[in-house]
């Protein structure tokens, strides 16, 4: 079954505790990307990746990092989590870059609390 | 990137039409507008893409006028289970700019 996972899908950590979140997709989609959700605010883009070892900042990447060493992976890193980091988090793939007539998957959510 | 604009929220009635309009005054010449469905807790999921004039699939229509400054996003014959948020999408070089979409309720 084609589809985008995500883990943990709920977690709750500490201020400063390093954490990863895992985004894999098996669909050999070239682009992916994380957003954040908050209530009232929509979706806004964290990072993006257009190819594997090629990635960009989205409106909100500060506070996060992420890499792209295999074209199915891309992990969402957050070296010293704050509370205002407390969101729902979504992974999505597509098989070609913006702009064109591609659609994004995405999966099912990580919601991240920070204390 | 253009930015978008939608209404907040919309009430329907159970096998109406809905219509929910997108306002993209800044679309560039390269853009598609795409059109995304989120159900509370899940990723959003896509419901339609168009670049110019009318685009249909079997769940809904895409009407976009001449100037693309605006898009109109058709569900005919809603049900309940089509209470959701519809976010309209207008996609950039490699960005994607979501606003904070139209929340619809469809009334029994």
């Known amino acids: 079954e084609a589809q985008v996972t995500q883990n943990p899908r709920y977690l709750i950590t500490v201020t400063g505790k390093k954490l990863t979140v895992t985004c894999s997709q098996n669909m050999n989609h070239e682009y992916m990307s994380w957003y954040r959700q908050d209530p009232g605010l929509g979706l806004r883009q964290i990072y993006y990746?257009?190819?594997?070892?090629?990635?960009d900042k989205g409106d909100v990447p500060e506070g996060y990092k992420v890499s792209r060493k295999e074209k199915r992976n891309f992990p969402l890193i957050l070296e010293s989590p704050s509370p205002n980091q407390t969101s729902l988090y979504f992974c999505?793939?597509?098989?070609?870059?913006?702009?064109?007539?591609?659609?994004?998957?995405f999966g099912p959510g990580t919601r991240l609390t920070v204390t | 990137l253009a930015k978008t604009t939608q209404p907040i929220s919309m009430d329907s009635y159970e096998g109406q039409e809905v219509n929910i309009t997108c306002s993209h005054n800044?679309?560039?010449?390269?853009?598609?507008i795409t059109w995304y469905q989120q159900f509370p807790s899940q990723g959003p999921r896509f419901i339609i893409q168009g670049y110019k004039t009318k685009v249909t699939n079997e769940v809904a229509s895409l009407f976009i006028p001449a100037d693309r400054k605006s898009s109109t996003l058709s569900l005919p014959r809603v049900s309940l289970s089509d209470t959701a948020v519809y976010y309209c999408?207008?996609?950039?070089?490699?960005?994607?700019?979501f606003g904070t979409g139209t929340r619809l309720k469809v009334l029994a």
């Open positions: 999408l207008v996609s950039g070089t490699y960005k994607y700019i």
């Open positions: 990746s257009m190819n594997v070892e090629v990635t």
């Open positions: 999505a793939s597509s098989p070609g870059l913006a702009g064109g007539p591609y659609e994004q998957y």
């Open positions: 800044n679309i560039a010449t390269n853009d598609y």
